[in-house]
């Protein structure tokens, strides 16, 4: 198992630019998640999926979009960039169940946009 | 509004010694709490996790020590090894599996 893949690593935006951030699981989670990660700050939830076609919002939505039209997949698009968006995005995955809660992130991209 | 607090900020530990990172949480419905290591460059890992109806849980040099009266959960890590410096969080969560994070410890075990 790959667990869970982030493409691109690294990403250079200028402002008002848009771009998608691919993430994809093999674990059949239903779970996944979007974070950013600011220096000092820990994490933040973008937006989270409990499933396929379901989404909902985390305590920093503004400025992106996510979709789950399948189990494996979760990009998160950027639209019109702005250099409050320079940060590391990572998404994560967890099962259902008791015992499931465990998160498991991806290696993160590091979005600059100037 | 921060619903968990997590100190140290940054700790650093002559190998051998004990590291200890403390966490306080807000919201008495929170039943889940882990805690995650992040090597640098890489993704949060989970290290180890304790629910409420527990007192302490041990998994090798690391343990995690919790208070449910008073609402604080520590992690112990026990003989800390260089290879042990990384950055350490806590969190929180209850339904529906959406986690509460720190701001971060960052540990540094010196040789």
């Known amino acids: 198992n790959a667990g869970v893949t982030q493409t691109p690593k690294f990403r250079i935006l200028k402002i008002g630019q848009s771009m998608t951030l691919q993430c994809t699981q093999d674990?059949?989670?239903?779970?996944m998640y979007w974070y950013r990660q600011d220096p000092g700050m820990g994490l933040k939830l973008i937006y989270y999926?409990?499933?396929?076609?379901?989404?909902d919002k985390g305590e920093v939505p503004n400025g992106y979009n996510v979709s789950r039209s399948t189990t494996e997949d979760f990009p998160l698009r950027l639209e019109l960039a702005a250099p409050s968006q320079t940060s590391v995005y990572f998404c994560?995955?967890?099962?259902?169940?008791?015992?499931?809660?465990?998160?498991?992130f991806g290696p993160g991209t590091r979005l600059t946009v100037t | 509004q921060q619903q968990v607090k997590q100190s140290p900020q940054s700790l650093i530990v002559q190998k051998g010694g004990i590291s200890i990172i403390n966490c306080a949480y807000e919201?008495?419905?929170?039943?889940?709490f882990p805690w995650y290591q992040q090597f640098p460059g890489k993704g949060p890992a989970l290290l180890i996790a304790?629910?409420?109806d527990v007192s302490e849980k041990k998994e090798g040099r690391f343990t995690i020590s919790f208070n449910k009266s008073a609402k604080q959960f520590s992690l112990h890590i026990m003989d800390s090894q260089p290879g042990d410096s990384a950055t350490y969080f806590c969190a929180a969560s209850g339904s529906p599996r959406k986690l509460i994070w720190g701001l971060g410890t960052s540990l540094a075990v010196n040789p």
């Open positions: 994560a995955s967890s099962g259902v169940g008791q015992g499931l809660n465990e998160q498991y």
């Open positions: 919201n008495t419905a929170f039943d889940y």
């Open positions: 304790i629910r409420p």
């Open positions: 674990m059949n989670h239903n779970y």
């Open positions: 999926s409990v499933g396929a076609g379901i989404t």
